[in-house]
């Protein structure tokens, strides 16, 4: 069980395929659902709180023929603290869910499917898929979330629809993201400007591993802020009618960079490849910072033997708690960097990490 | 006569072997002799300076047998300004030379011997050989200095030796000097306080270009400032030991670095190397920091597969002049960047210039 989910080659959002790959790294949609009955978690007592969480893990294990195999069942408090930050690094689980003792996950074997249980609702389900794919991901989470209904009390109301945790996320308890690489617009200057027109079409812009985070690698989540009121197909509708603006901009921002300022931009991308081929300590930052100029480069034809999937492989399986899972002792952080740097060097030469 | 002296790979001293070719890159014996009978040359009006200049290189040019064929005769009211820059750039001739309508350059066929006429004496001839090899040097200019006396009315005073335009030349005419690549005395910020030290023994250090130029890819001149009251063999002993003491402290700041710091110098010798390789603009400045770090990494054994030669080409090779040489139409300082940057990357992975 502990190896489930710690495998950087596994998730199928890391396959770097899907629409506007180029720009759309990832799809995610998300519904916050509370079992009727049940205080919301930060009121359960332990008993309580593994109740809900055998609750919902019966229905899943007695799913028939192929699909009651589909899913793996992690335990927080049995896992050990390397594997939940590994999680967290492959945006499974959430960096709150990974602390608390009753968390637990319900991870399909694609890991495009994950169930946090006793997160801040009872259940926050997740799919994430590569690419631009917010209505894929949808009717996949749908048909999970019908079936939940059919067999769980799910705690809704009449006037304020799914009841959840935290008022924010009433109505549909759906929040639709995604993952978007803005190198162009960052370089250019325009991206804080966008993002606050963004903001006022009722969308969040966030860093790489959510709230609070910063953007490393030039990564961007873009998201719905408003979950009451719309129908479902309204918020992936408006969602990803902003995106495309986006993609639109940075798209239009790369062929400016590439028309008026062509050399020295290719020289930043070759220097970022020619770092990561060869420096021998690299920090988390700096390899998010490479990457990113790298992804940019492939996508423009300057180096066009890479694929996203591999640059994917090296952005999160190269995060802290990844390098360290590499090892067999305890690595200080100079000696992360140092691990990370071979990590790195091993998979841009297409040696085997 | 236009491409003499202007094709990177024919400089002996730039073939990187000699003794402690590590760290002494090459030396040079330089002896100021005057005609009798003549001013110094900036009180000569331009008739009178050609005449010495026909004077020398008749010499030269009636030399018997092999000995005749062995020196080229560049006058620098002939030489384009690119080609007299090309010639600074190698160590062949001194920025003040390449402005003087009446300078002309006597260089052999391995451009180890150099005679600038004209320059601040009639004659300044130098002898740069590669690695620590000052003997050596000085007895090949001696034999000529001798076979000049010859020939020429040499001044000569019996109280003040030679007589030379500037005071400080005076007795031999003689300064020796060799060219340090002392990076580890630079990294471990020992350098400034050893060349006080060697201040006060009567030694000079000066940067990669002569006098008033910067210590560019931390190469440093190493020379006698007394040539008045010693022989020729007490200014080249006490240089030489001078050196070797230089060298002897370099090699432990070497092991010192080495054993202290191993991974984080292996780390910025690989990433000078990545930079070299995979760069399209590099500046002059920025091409020395790098070839020294590679140096450096050659030296112990950290990046094997390279040899100094080629570093001296590098090194050489790609400063300004060099870069225009190789251009067919003119280069403003950005498109030489980039023109620099790919020298550089074809050199180093192997291919032809």
């Given at each position: 069980?502990?190896?489930?989910?710690?495998?950087?080659?596994?998730?199928?959002?890391?396959?770097?395929?899907?629409?506007?790959?180029?720009?759309?790294?990832?799809?995610?949609?998300?519904?916050?659902?509370?079992?009727?009955?049940?205080?919301?978690?930060?009121?359960?007592?332990?008993?309580?709180?593994?109740?809900?969480?055998?609750?919902?893990?019966?229905?899943?294990?007695?799913?028939?023929?192929?699909?009651?195999?589909?899913?793996?069942?992690?335990?927080?408090?049995?896992?050990?603290?390397?594997?939940?930050?590994?999680?967290?690094?492959?945006?499974?689980?959430?960096?709150?869910?990974?602390e608390k003792e009753?968390?637990?996950?319900?991870?399909?074997?694609?890991?495009?499917?994950?169930?946090?249980?006793?997160?801040?609702?009872?259940?926050?389900?997740?799919?994430?898929?590569?690419?631009?794919?917010?209505?894929?991901?949808?009717?996949?989470?749908?048909?999970?979330?019908?079936?939940?209904?059919?067999?769980?009390?799910?705690?809704?109301?009449?006037?304020?629809?799914?009841?959840?945790?935290?008022?924010?996320?009433?109505?549909?308890?759906?929040?639709?993201?995604?993952?978007?690489?803005?190198?162009?617009?960052?370089?250019?200057?325009?991206?804080?400007?966008?993002?606050?027109?963004?903001?006022?079409?009722?969308?969040?812009?966030?860093?790489?591993?959510?709230?609070?985070?910063?953007?490393?690698?030039?990564?961007f989540q873009l998201?719905?802020?408003?979950?009451?009121?719309?129908?479902?197909?309204?918020?992936?509708?408006?969602?990803?009618?902003?995106?495309?603006?986006?993609?639109?901009?940075?798209?239009?921002?790369?062929?400016?960079?590439?028309?008026?300022?062509?050399?020295?931009?290719?020289?930043?991308?070759?220097?970022?490849?020619?770092?990561?081929?060869?420096?021998?300590?690299?920090?988390?930052?700096?390899?998010?910072?490479?990457?990113?100029?790298?992804?940019?480069?492939?996508?423009?034809?300057?180096?066009?033997?890479?694929?996203?999937?591999?640059?994917?492989?090296?952005?999160?399986?190269?995060?802290?708690?990844?390098?360290?899972?590499?090892?067999?002792?305890?690595?200080?952080?100079?000696?992360?960097?140092?691990?990370?740097?071979?990590?790195?060097?091993?998979?841009?030469?297409?040696?085997?990490?």
């Amino acid at each position: 069980m502990s190896t489930v989910g710690v495998n950087a080659n596994a998730s199928k959002w890391m396959q770097g395929d899907g629409k506007e790959s180029d720009i759309v790294i990832s799809s995610r949609i998300r519904l916050a659902r509370n079992l009727a009955g049940y205080s919301f978690p930060h009121l359960l007592n332990h008993e309580q709180a593994m109740q809900v969480v055998e609750k919902v893990a019966s229905v899943f294990a007695n799913l028939p023929g192929e699909e009651g195999k589909e899913y793996d069942m992690l335990y927080m408090q049995y896992l050990p603290s390397l594997d939940r930050q590994v999680l967290v690094e492959k945006h499974l689980i959430s960096p709150q869910l990974a602390e608390k003792e009753e968390g637990a996950l319900l991870l399909s074997k694609g890991e495009d499917v994950a169930i946090m249980l006793n997160e801040e609702d009872h259940l926050r389900m997740q799919c994430l898929l590569p690419g631009l794919q917010l209505e894929v991901a949808w009717q996949k989470l749908n048909k999970i979330d019908d079936m939940l209904e059919e067999k769980l009390d799910i705690a809704f109301d009449n006037q304020f629809g799914y009841l959840t945790a935290c008022p924010t996320n009433l109505g549909t308890g759906l929040r639709a993201s995604v993952m978007l690489h803005l190198p162009a617009l960052v370089f250019t200057k325009q991206a804080d400007q966008l993002f606050s027109v963004v903001n006022k079409v009722g969308m969040t812009v966030r860093g790489l591993y959510g709230e609070g985070t910063k953007a490393g690698g030039n990564m961007f989540q873009l998201s719905n802020q408003v979950t009451l009121g719309l129908t479902e197909e309204e918020i992936l509708s408006r969602l990803n009618k902003v995106v495309m603006q986006v993609i639109e901009q940075e798209k239009q921002a790369r062929i400016w960079l590439q028309k008026e300022n062509d050399k020295a931009l290719a020289d930043r991308i070759w220097r970022a490849y020619g770092i990561l081929t060869n420096a021998r300590s690299i920090s988390s930052d700096e390899m998010m910072e490479k990457c990113s100029l790298i992804r940019l480069g492939m996508d423009l034809g300057i180096l066009p033997n890479l694929n996203s999937a591999m640059l994917n492989r090296i952005m999160v399986g190269t995060q802290p708690a990844f390098v360290q899972k590499k090892s067999v002792k305890e690595l200080d952080p100079q000696e992360r960097d140092w691990q990370r740097a071979e990590m790195i060097r091993k998979q841009l030469r297409g040696e085997e990490l």
